[in-house]
């Protein structure tokens, strides 16, 4: 272990730019701070990444009585907790081995939960799903690391390839970077609200298939970093393209319920591929979906599950051998299913559940407005609407002599722009380097996270660090 020569070369070569360089060294100048280092201001403020209650978001009431109540069953007793978080909690309870939540669960998550999450998936899209096809995770990352390893076959002496939309996430590269497989890039068209273009699959495909086997698409809807709701049209494009060229299809679609823009709407790749049907129908998907995200913002909880669509039954059997060294955390698997399973209309909780969950998406709505209007008032900058997730990418022109600079110290210009961020205003954010951005184009990545005032705060902020920013490399 002592020598570096000895690691494999995919975790070496392994980056993730949301806890990168930047944000080691917002956490140093949080630490400095404590010891009473005099700074330009008096906090980090962590833009970088999408943890809602880190914030100030207030958990929703209906999902942290559900927790409590299977963690503590004596507050089954509680006249202060309502009837149908108690129906819940015993349901669960029933479910779990022993009858505790402190018991591993089957491997593919709690029953009654999975059961829940195909009926969730029946009504949003009004399609049937089979709950022993939905596997409970740790987080979706966990889901889409098992789908990857699968996938992670070399086939004609080539390494596989996975397609992934840039400006993408970078849990993608760093894990098909981790398991040695190919990256294959498709760029998102910025001046059309990062829609996608087909004849710009059709260059990435081609292009990759000279150093590698493309084995899978991945989807992004809502996208992050970028922001944007995909029409069903552009759903529709990405599933004849995946189907034409024999594709496994990976949608991300963990930020569902983060649907800002009047007249967007969230369509599953489910959905359309049924809608569509034969031969589309039948194509393998995996779909994600997380409580970390949404009105939710339990990063904490670790909760999601994994729908997996018309699987090989022995392709099947295989997955599930892969994750059963896994036991996924109980909690996490209660969280996601007070997701699925919200309170109804005739019980006691349903009120205030929809007060709160109304409430955090209204906000969200307010400030995805706020954070690109701003940007868009600002020299140089230029940001499309945020019409869900949580995140801004706006585009940067940056003056001949910071990119200059930039290079000088051996940074990509994006990085030393946010690295001055940081160190004049203590805002974090994540440069667009991180996460793959046309060559000659620099970005970074904010979120809409921080509650109203203090948003309007680092705005302030922002705005009259890049005033000066462009005044001194003017």
């Known amino acids: 272990m002592s020598d570096l020569g000895n690691f494999k070369s995919g975790v070496k070569v392994m980056q993730y730019a949301v806890r990168g360089p930047l944000f080691i060294r917002a956490m140093e100048i949080q630490a400095e701070l404590k010891q009473g280092v005099k700074k330009p201001f008096k906090e ?3 833009a970088n990444v999408g943890d809602a209650q880190a914030m100030g978001q207030k ?3 209906f999902i942290r009585q559900v927790l409590a109540a299977v963690a503590l069953p004596h507050l089954l007793d509680d006249p202060k907790f309502p009837d149908d978080v108690k129906v819940r909690a015993r349901d669960i309870l029933a479910s779990c081995p022993g009858g ?14 999975r059961k829940h ?14 709950w022993q096809n939905i596997i409970l995770t740790s987080g979706a990352s966990t889901g889409i690391d098992a789908m990857l390893k699968l996938l992670n076959a070399r086939i004609d002496d080539k390494a596989p390839g996975v397609m992934i939309p840039t400006p993408q996430y970078p849990l993608y590269t760093s894990t098909i970077g981790e398991f040695s497989m190919i990256p294959i890039n498709y760029y998102l068209h910025e001046e059309q609200n990062w829609s996608l273009d087909i004849q710009e699959l059709e260059r990435a495909i081609t292009e990759a298939r000279k150093y590698c086997y493309p084995r899978a698409i991945v989807v992004i809807n809502p996208g992050n970093p970028t922001g944007q709701v995909l029409r069903r049209r552009n759903i529709e494009d990405i599933i004849k393209f995946a189907y034409k060229e024999k594709l496994f299809i990976f949608a991300d679609e963990v930020y569902q319920q983060n649907i800002y823009g009047d007249g967007d709407e969230f369509h599953s790749v489910k959905k359309v591929i049924t809608e569509m049907g034969e031969p589309f129908s039948q194509m393998e998907v ?3 979906m997380s409580t970390s995200k949404g009105y939710m913002g339990e990063c904490g909880a670790r909760g999601a599950y994994m729908e997996i669509i018309n ?21 996490g698997q209660v969280a996601i299913d007070c997701v699925v399973n919200p309170p109804r209309e005739t019980e006691l909780s349903y009120e205030l559940f929809m007060k709160e969950t109304r409430g955090v998406i209204n906000s969200l709505k307010e400030r995805a407005k706020l954070v690109a209007d701003a ?19 706006p585009k940067m022109e940056l003056p001949p002599k910071a990119i200059e600079k930039a290079t000088y110290l051996g940074l990509c210009p994006s990085e030393f722009y946010a690295f001055q961020l940081l160190e004049n205003t203590g805002i974090c954010v994540i440069p667009g380097a991180g996460f793959g951005q046309k060559p000659g184009t620099y970005h970074i990545r904010t979120t809409i996270l921080p509650q109203t005032d203090k948003l309007k705060n680092m705005l302030n902020k922002f705005e009259e660090f890049h005033r000066n920013f462009l005044a001194e490399y003017k």
């Open 286 to 288: 995996a779909s994600f």
């Open 117 to 130: 999450v195909a009926d969730y998936i029946h009504r949003r899209d009004g399609a049937p799903a089979d």
């Open 100 to 113: 505790t939540m402190g018991s591993y669960t089957d491997i593919p998550g709690i029953e009654v939960i």
């Open 59 to 61: 958990p929703i009431t």
């Open 44 to 46: 980090v403020l962590r």
């Open 311 to 331: 699987f090989d039954p022995e392709v099947k059997a295989m997955l599930l051998k892969s994750i059963s060294h896994m036991h996924q955390p109980s909690f």
């Open 375 to 393: 940007f868009n008032r600002m020299e140089g900058m230029s940001c499309q609407p945020v019409q869900g997730a949580m995140y801004a990418f």
